[in-house]
């Protein structure tokens, strides 16, 4: 069964409610669908009543960039997944290197997360990758493993079909410097067969893995060709509706 793809705009802290109103518009307006890939935004906290709100007559989903790892309670400060979901989310991101460096969030804190994203009815797109310094040591297969390792012990064998992860190697994000083709596939096929032995061929399989660093209209395809990058996580280039708009068409 081929695997869903899925282009996903990680918009981070970026856009005051007009220019994310403008945003959508030109997604909305511009989007020529294709029936197997799926266009996901994931706006910032404040910005998603507006946001579900304008792609209430869209297939365009929403998704929540972090949230507790708690469903609800005393937590002040922190978001309920329960509530993303009541908003309208579909995914949540979970462990992007900037809130594991931001807010020392661990390999198990990330679990718990993606675990509570799942019980209040999100998909966890979880994030995982390594630092330049690992990859110049050639150590970055095991950061990884240890990061999917945490994750599946975490997650009950019947949830895990909500995962999906994404490859953000640190060194390529926000830099301009891509993974090349090669390079990102070398890694996806490393954590397929991580999933595989941890939860079984069927999980790996079905399990969509995403890959984000300076992605672009213009490496969208060749990144896209390789058989076990399933799609995009795209920060940067999300922003402006034209060349999301040209990466999700490269799909
Ligand atoms: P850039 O596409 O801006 O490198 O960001 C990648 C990212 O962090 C997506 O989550």
Known sequence: MARKKIIAGNWKMNLLPKEAWELVDGLKEGLVIKPLVE????PQTGLLSLVGELLQDSVISLGAQTSSKYRNG??????SPDLLRAL?????????????????ESDLEVAEQALSQIAAGLKSIVCVGESLSEREAGSYKEKIAAQVKA??????????????LAYEPIWAIGTGKTASP?????VHSFIRSQIAALAGEAV?????????????????????????????????????SDEFLKIYQAS
């Open 39 to 42: 266009m996901v935004v994931l």
């Open 74 to 79: 005393a937590h002040t400060g922190d978001g």
């Open 88 to 104: 309208g989310c579909r995914y949540a991101l979970s462990g992007h290197s900037e809130r594991r460096q931001d807010h020392g």
């Open 151 to 164: 994750l599946y012990s975490t997650v009950p064998k019947e949830l895990m079909g909500e995962l999906v």
């Open 182 to 186: 090669e390079q990102a596939e070398e």
């Open 204 to 240: 790996a399989n079905l399990t969509p893995l995403l890959y984000g660093g300076s992605a672009k209209a213009d490496n969208a395809a060749s990144l896209m060709g390789k058989p076990n990058i399933d799609g995009l996580l795209v920060g940067g280039a999300s922003l402006k």
